[in-house]
């Protein structure tokens, strides 16, 4: 009962490295999404996925682009990291307009 | 523009007490909203939620009160107990949209 399952769960990066983060899930949603969470900002949106073959910005798209490869898997890519995409990454999944799930998260560092 | 605002970043009950984390909201269209808790090295599990159709919903310990007038949503943990110790996030959902809003979070303490 895996749910959504989130890869690397910590990474260091070096300014100007890229890098994906890869998110999976198991409970056959349509919808999925990218948050980052930084200390005081509570969890804000980067890109969302309606369904497969969409993807959609969020509050904070810049500096990431997304890929829906198909119904379950949706990853996250930074080209060039900077030290400003110091944050925990999180993935969700739901069925269109109900509960959103999450994954345990990416813990990453950017020097 | 904090759409969702939840004022205290934390809050320390005595266990056995009551529990109260509050949220307010500026964005009318919101229609339904949603509490998350989260532990450390976790990702946010799902509490309890409403719809703006209602003004309360329980399940067990927890209950969520709604008042749209005020635009105001609480919290309430009865009785709290430890493992109440966690982050709690509110989020709402804009009418006709999928997408979330999360509040900044609140942690919460109980003392033994």
């Known amino acids: 009962n895996a749910g959504v399952t989130q890869t690397p769960k910590f990474q260091v990066l070096k300014t100007g490295q890229s890098m994906t983060l890869q998110c999976a899930q198991d409970m056959n949603h349509n919808s999925m999404y990218w948050y980052r969470q930084d200390p005081g900002m509570g969890l804000r949106l980067i890109y969302y996925s309606a369904s497969e073959g969409t993807t959609d910005k969020g509050e904070v798209p810049n500096g990431y682009n997304v890929s829906r490869l198909n119904k379950r898997e949706f990853s996250l890519r930074l080209e060039s990291a900077a030290p400003s995409q110091t944050s925990v990454y999180f993935c969700?999944?739901?069925?269109?307009?109900?509960?959103?799930?999450f994954g345990a998260g990416t813990r990453l560092s950017v020097l | 523009d904090q759409q969702v605002k939840q004022n205290s970043p934390s809050l320390s009950v005595q266990e056995g007490r009551i529990s109260i984390l509050n949220c307010d909201y500026t964005?009318?269209?919101?229609?339904?909203f949603l509490w998350y808790k989260k532990y450390p090295a976790e990702g946010p599990t799902f509490l309890i939620s409403i719809s703006s159709i209602k003004d309360k919903n329980e399940d067990g310990r927890f209950t969520v009160f709604l008042n749209k007038s005020a635009k105001h949503l609480s919290l309430h943990i009865v009785p709290s107990q430890p493992g109440d110790s966690a982050v709690y996030f509110c989020a709402a959902r804009d009418f006709g949209n999928e997408k979330l809003t999360f509040g900044t979070g609140t942690r919460l303490t109980i003392i033994p």
């Open positions: 969700a999944s739901s069925e269109r307009k109900n509960i959103q799930y």
């Open positions: 964005n009318s269209m919101f229609d339904y």
